[in-house]
Each structure stands twice: as structure tokens, then as C-alpha cells.
């Protein structure tokens, strides 16, 4: 029998890039997990993100929110495992309103566990972020690293991080935890720092860069992320936290540097701004820990992968353009 997998957050940038992995045309017919999507489709998830999967054998989609019990008991009911993408992500609208983040990742999370101890969840993987570790000016963080998350958003995640690893303690729920590092590439909702200033500089405009500009990120291609949840799914140790990164790490002026390049602007196209409050100098993570119990490495070259993501948002300007329209995209400097 298949694995019944409900997949939250799925129609969201990561969340449907994991969901369109598991039905690569590489998986032979009957042989992946029946995938249950439930997203409540806020302002970052979009159906268009799982094109060609609805109405596929083997794949439901449920509109609908993690923190409403009623859906969510229903749901987890029929699943085998969860893999739990949902979340509000932007750190810049955490610092204008953290209500909603704590809602979701919090109390959102907290439901999603509540349910599936009451129906026998046999693997519940818990997608959560490098910021809740706070800043790190030289190494990298180990998996046991105290969290010190200093934006209302990554303290949600650091709180839903320690909701599910205590629901293995408490109740025995097999749970994984995976920290990611800064994710990039195609259908990213265009209000994080790349997908922002690549649309912004395709329409001609400015693009804000905060402070000047120093403050240092680990960058992922998308593909490399949900491959190391996936490999967390399957073969992931209960009760362990798993570092994921690449390696890569731009300070935020030289990835502006870099998407300039490739949107053939100039400086005179970057806005520095005010630094926004509490932003954190450096992440790093350290993956030896996913390396070495689970045979996962990064695969996608970044310098390729960046080009690639540029292309992308170049060729599909139609639907980001319509988005801002809309009133979708945020036209105020933030990255």
C-alpha cells in the first residue's frame, strides 16, 4: 500500500517544489506516496505553483487553514506521514505584525501535532528555518546549538521547533526537524530579497539594500532542500534535528552584484536604505550531521542555479506583473 502523505503549506514555494519532486517523471507510476496538499492559499501560495497535478492519480488538493481543527482532524486522519511547510516565512512583515506568525507557526503547528498523536502519525517532519539559531560571526551552527532567534518571525519557529521535538519526548511521535539555510529559485513569492530585486530590475526600478549591505546568508537551490526533507522522511532518525546548507555563503551586496550582472543593470539601480531592526550579521549551518547519517549533499551548482532562477522570472513576467498589480506584491523596500 502506498504512503498516504499530507504535505501543509504545499501550494507555497518550497512546499510545492517538494510536492512536484514526488511526482517527477523519473517515479514510476504507483510506486510514490498518495500526497494530500492543505494550504489555506494567503497571499504567497498559489495554485499555479502545482500546475499539472491536479486531477493526477494519486494527488488531492484540500484549501484550508492548520490552525482549524475540524480540517485538520480530517486530514490527518487518512495520513500515513506529514511533512509540515506552512508557515508565515517574511521576516519584514513579522517586524510590522507578528500576530499572524505566531498564529500559524505556533499555534498552526500545534494542532497539526495535537492530531497526529490522536490518529497514530507514524513520521511527522517539521520544516523550520536557520534563524532560529540567531546570528554566528565565524563557524557554523551544530544542530545542538541553543536557539536565540532574534525577529518575531524566527522566534515562531524556534517555539514551533520545541512544540514538535517535546510531542517526541511527551508522546513518542516520531519527529524530524530540518533547518534550512536561504532558499532560492522558480515561483518564490517576490517579496524575499532575490525574487524581489530580479522583478524589480526586469521592470526598470530600484531595489533596496539595507544598511550597507554586509550581512552574510548560506544560499540553497530550492531542488537541494526538498531533496534533503525527503531524505529526512524517509530515512530520518526520530527526535533529530537536521542542519541543512550548501555551503554557499554572499554577503547581501555581493548577491546584489550577482542579479545585476544577470538583469544587466548597474549600481545606479540599488537604493541603500536603513538597515531594518534586529537583522541578524551572519547565518551558517553546519550539515555534518545529514552528511554523515543520511548520505545527503548539495547537487546544484549556485552560480548556474542563480542564472537559471533569473531566466525564469524573465520568461514568466506576465504572472509576477499581474501579481503586483493586484496589489500582491509589496512595492515598498523590502529584502
Given at each position: 500500500?502506498?504512503?498516504?502523505?499530507?504535505?501543509?503549506?504545499?501550494?507555497?514555494?518550497?512546499?510545492?517544489?517538494?510536492?512536484?519532486?514526488?511526482?517527477?517523471?523519473?517515479?514510476?507510476?504507483?510506486?510514490?506516496?498518495?500526497?494530500?496538499?492543505?494550504?489555506?492559499?494567503?497571499?504567497?501560495?498559489?495554485?499555479?505553483?502545482?500546475?499539472?497535478?491536479?486531477?493526477?492519480?494519486?494527488?488531492?488538493?484540500?484549501?484550508?487553514?492548520?490552525?482549524?481543527?475540524?480540517?485538520?482532524?480530517?486530514?490527518?486522519?487518512?495520513?500515513?506521514?506529514?511533512?509540515?511547510?506552512?508557515?508565515?516565512?517574511?521576516?519584514?512583515?513579522?517586524?510590522?505584525?507578528?500576530?499572524?506568525?505566531?498564529?500559524t507557526n505556533v499555534l498552526g503547528t500545534q494542532v497539526l501535532l495535537d492530531a497526529a498523536v490522536r490518529h497514530?502519525?507514524?513520521?511527522?517532519?517539521?520544516?523550520?528555518?536557520?534563524?532560529?539559531?540567531?546570528?554566528?560571526?565565524?563557524?557554523?551552527?551544530?544542530?545542538?546549538?541553543?536557539?536565540?532567534?532574534?525577529?518575531?518571525?524566527?522566534?515562531?519557529?524556534?517555539?514551533?521547533?520545541?512544540?514538535?521535538?517535546?510531542?517526541?519526548?511527551?508522546?513518542?511521535?516520531?519527529?524530524?526537524?530540518?533547518?534550512?539555510?536561504?532558499?532560492?529559485?522558480?515561483?518564490?513569492?517576490?517579496?524575499?530579497?532575490?525574487?524581489?530585486?530580479?522583478?524589480?530590475?526586469?521592470?526598470?526600478?530600484?531595489?533596496?539594500?539595507?544598511?550597507?549591505?554586509?550581512?552574510?546568508?548560506?544560499?540553497?537551490?530550492?531542488?537541494?532542500?526538498?531533496?534533503?526533507?525527503?531524505?529526512?522522511?524517509?530515512?530520518?532518525?526520530?527526535?533529530?534535528?537536521?542542519?541543512?546548507?550548501?555551503?554557499?555563503?554572499?554577503?547581501?551586496?555581493?548577491?546584489?552584484?550577482?542579479?545585476?550582472?544577470?538583469?544587466?543593470?548597474?549600481?545606479?539601480?540599488?537604493?541603500?536604505?536603513?538597515?531594518?531592526?534586529?537583522?541578524?550579521?551572519?547565518?551558517?549551518?553546519?550539515?555534518?550531521?545529514?552528511?554523515?547519517?543520511?548520505?545527503?549533499?548539495?547537487?546544484?551548482?549556485?552560480?548556474?542555479?542563480?542564472?537559471?532562477?533569473?531566466?525564469?522570472?524573465?520568461?514568466?513576467?506576465?504572472?509576477?506583473?499581474?501579481?503586483?498589480?493586484?496589489?500582491?506584491?509589496?512595492?515598498?523596500?523590502?529584502?
Open positions: 500500500m502506498p504512503t498516504h502523505l499530507l504535505v501543509t503549506g504545499g501550494a507555497g514555494f518550497i512546499g510545492s517544489h517538494y510536492v512536484r519532486s514526488l511526482f517527477a517523471p523519473s517515479t514510476a507510476p504507483g510506486t510514490g506516496p498518495h500526497v494530500t496538499v492543505l494550504d489555506s492559499l494567503t497571499y504567497a501560495g498559489n495554485p499555479l505553483n502545482l500546475s499539472g497535478l491536479h486531477g493526477r492519480s494519486g494527488f488531492r488538493f484540500v484549501t484550508g487553514d492548520i490552525c482549524d481543527p475540524q480540517v485538520v482532524d480530517r486530514v490527518v486522519a487518512e495520513a500515513d506521514e506529514i511533512v509540515h511547510f506552512a508557515a508565515e516565512t517574511h521576516v519584514d512583515r513579522s517586524i510590522t505584525g507578528g500576530q499572524e506568525f505566531v498564529r497514530g502519525v507514524r513520521r511527522f517532519v517539521h520544516v523550520s528555518t536557520d534563524e532560529v539559531y540567531g546570528s554566528i560571526a565565524e563557524g557554523s551552527w551544530p544542530e545542538e546549538h541553543p536557539l536565540n532567534p532574534s525577529s518575531p518571525y524566527s522566534a515562531s519557529k524556534a517555539a514551533g521547533d520545541l512544540l514538535a521535538l517535546s510531542y517526541h519526548a511527551t508522546y513518542g511521535l516520531d519527529v524530524c526537524v530540518t533547518r534550512c539555510c536561504n532558499n532560492f529559485g522558480s515561483r518564490q513569492y517576490p517579496e524575499k530579497v532575490i525574487p524581489l530585486f530580479v522583478t524589480r530590475l526586469l521592470d526598470g526600478r530600484t531595489v533596496p539594500l539595507y544598511g550597507t549591505g554586509d550581512n552574510t546568508r548560506e544560499w540553497i537551490h530550492v531542488d537541494d532542500h526538498v531533496d534533503a526533507v525527503e531524505r529526512v522522511r524517509t530515512a530520518g532518525r526520530a527526535g533529530r534535528v537536521y542542519n541543512v546548507g550548501s555551503g554557499v555563503e554572499l554577503t547581501n551586496r555581493q548577491l546584489t552584484e550577482f542579479l545585476l550582472q544577470q538583469c544587466g543593470a548597474d549600481w545606479d539601480s540599488v537604493e541603500q536604505v536603513a538597515d531594518r531592526p534586529g537583522h541578524d550579521l551572519r547565518y551558517s549551518v553546519d550539515t555534518a550531521r545529514i552528511r554523515r547519517e543520511l548520505g545527503w549533499a548539495p547537487r546544484r551548482d549556485f552560480a548556474a542555479s542563480l542564472a537559471e532562477t533569473v531566466d525564469w522570472y524573465r520568461e514568466n513576467g506576465g504572472r509576477w506583473q499581474k501579481e503586483a498589480a493586484g496589489g500582491r506584491i509589496p512595492h515598498s523596500p523590502v529584502a
